[in-house]
Every structure is written in structure tokens, then in C-alpha cells.
């Protein structure tokens, strides 16, 4: 009988002798060396994911997002933005059109911006607006409410759309719906700057996410000049001064409201 000492001589001798044959190339099965048992094998590595990109907009937008953080539109000002044309609805003072107009990435304002149905107006399917002349801006009105009761608003596939009935109490409203039968007047939707989100699309346009409506919806004399379909008030402003400056055709409304009265009145006395 082999004592441990020689038995132990015995298998390293062995082991010598296998690991030898191994490397001639000679096979043994059921062996493998301490170095091949004692080296640890490596995971195959996962392959990496493709990034993914969430796809925005209206159902057949076929433009993807540069980035899918939305952001908040920069400015201290409240925002406006110009809608279609106030629609006389009657001979009575009742009102309508499009408050805010549906478009898309391939249809664009000057500034590239752009509403769709997509966009959250915080209304639902339905809902209620104030409803002002030239967002409070005019010095005879003032922020005197044009309805007695709020302007209904309506999701419809072309845009927001908004009605109300004018309450016609003086000749300064009387005068605002004469200038609607004749097709000049127009919707504008007012909200506050921190409740705007923009999303920046691949082609470099801009999907307005958020656009809260129900404070202001006014209705306003028609632009003359092509303008962004969103504005801060301050550039309104100025581009009222501007407007106002090229010609008298294009004065403030009080004053034309005042030659009109003029009119009326030597009308009278003649």
C-alpha cells in the first residue's frame, strides 16, 4: 500500500506528465489544468441599447423631438398669440371662429412655431374664456368684459373654436361688432409665460405643448404684417407703435372710435 507522502508523489507526477501530453496537442479527456480551472471566465458583454426618441405632435407628425425634455418659454411678459377672423354669428351681437388654429411642422409661421390637437389647452373638450377687446389694452375700454357671460371654447379639428354673445351696451361695443360684420377684427388668446412649454422638433421647428387657455380671449383688430404665432405683450406693443406710425389708416382704436363719433355728431346737427 502507497503511503499519502508517495501517493501524493505519485499524482503530481501524473499531473506532469498529462499537462506535457496537453501541450503536444494530445487530448485527454476529463483533464484540465490548474491554470485553465483557475481562470475565471469573463461574461460576454450585453450589447448596447439603442437610444429611443419619443415621437410628438399630431397622429401623422412625422418629425421626432431633438431632445425629450420640454422646456419653458423664456419670458417675464404674458404671451399672445393671433387665431382666424371674429365671425358675426347673427345680427344680434353673437360671435365666433377660431381662437387658436391647428396647423403642423410642414405649415409654419414666420418663426416656426406651431398649435395642434396635440396641444394641452387645459379645457378639455370644452371650456370658458373671458373675453376682452385687444387684451385690455384699449384706453376707453379698459379691461371691460365684451360678454356678460364667459365665451364658451370648443375642441374642433381645425382649432379651438370660440363663441360668445357681445353685450352691445354703448357705442364703443356697437362699433367693435360693426368692425367684425366687415371682417376686420380678429381672436387672440392671451396666458401666462411660466404655464408655456415649447418642444423643439428634428426640422427645427417649435410644437407648442402647453398653451393654457380661459383668461383672455380677446378680440382684436386684424394684423396687417405676417408675425410669430406666439408673442410676449412688449413686442405686441412696439409693433403696434410701429403699425400706428406708417400711416393714419393704422391709428389706435380710441381715436378712430372718436372720429367716428365726431362724424355722428355733425351728422346729428345737420
Not at 360671435?95 to 389647452?121: H, I, R, S
Not at 405643448?209 to 410676449?232: C, F, N, Q
Amino acid at each position: 500500500m502507497l503511503s499519502k507522502t508517495n501517493a501524493d508523489r505519485l499524482v503530481s507526477a501524473l499531473v506532469d506528465i498529462m499537462e506535457v501530453l496537453e501541450r503536444a496537442g494530445i487530448d485527454i479527456p476529463g483533464f484540465e489544468s490548474e491554470e485553465e480551472s483557475e481562470e475565471e471566465e469573463e461574461p460576454e458583454s450585453e450589447p448596447e441599447k439603442a437610444a429611443t426618441i419619443t415621437v410628438v405632435g399630431t397622429p401623422s407628425a412625422t418629425v421626432t423631438p431633438v431632445r425629450s425634455a420640454t422646456t419653458q418659454f423664456i419670458s417675464d411678459d404674458p404671451l399672445l398669440s393671433f387665431g382666424g377672423s371674429v365671425k358675426a354669428l347673427g345680427d344680434d351681437g353673437r360671435v365666433g371662429g377660431y381662437l387658436v388654429l391647428f396647423t403642423n411642422e410642414n405649415d409654419l409661421d414666420l418663426e416656426k412655431q406651431f398649435f395642434n390637437g396635440a396641444t394641452d389647452y387645459a379645457i378639455g373638450q370644452q371650456g370658458n374664456s373671458l373675453c376682452f377687446f385687444h387684451h385690455g389694452l384699449d384706453p376707453e375700454l379698459g379691461k371691460r368684459r365684451l360678454t356678460d357671460d364667459p365665451a364658451t371654447l370648443q375642441m374642433k379639428d381645425f382649432g379651438v373654436w370660440v363663441e360668445g354673445q357681445l353685450a352691445l351696451r354703448d357705442e364703443y361695443e356697437r362699433w367693435i361688432f360693426e368692425r367684425i360684420r366687415q371682417g376686420k377684427m380678429g381672436w387672440s388668446s392671451g396666458t401666462a409665460p411660466n404655464l408655456v412649454e415649447i418642444e423643439q422638433m428634428a426640422n427645427g421647428s417649435q410644437w407648442i405643448k402647453t398653451w393654457p387657455l380661459g383668461l383672455d380671449a380677446s378680440i382684436t383688430p386684424i394684423p396687417a404684417e405676417p408675425r410669430a404665432v406666439v408673442m410676449p405683450l412688449k413686442s405686441y406693443l412696439k409693433f403696434l407703435e410701429t403699425e400706428s406710425a406708417e400711416g393714419p389708416q393704422r391709428e389706435g382704436v380710441t381715436r378712430e372710435l372718436e372720429r367716428e363719433r365726431e362724424r355722428t355728431r355733425l351728422l346729428t346737427i345737420l
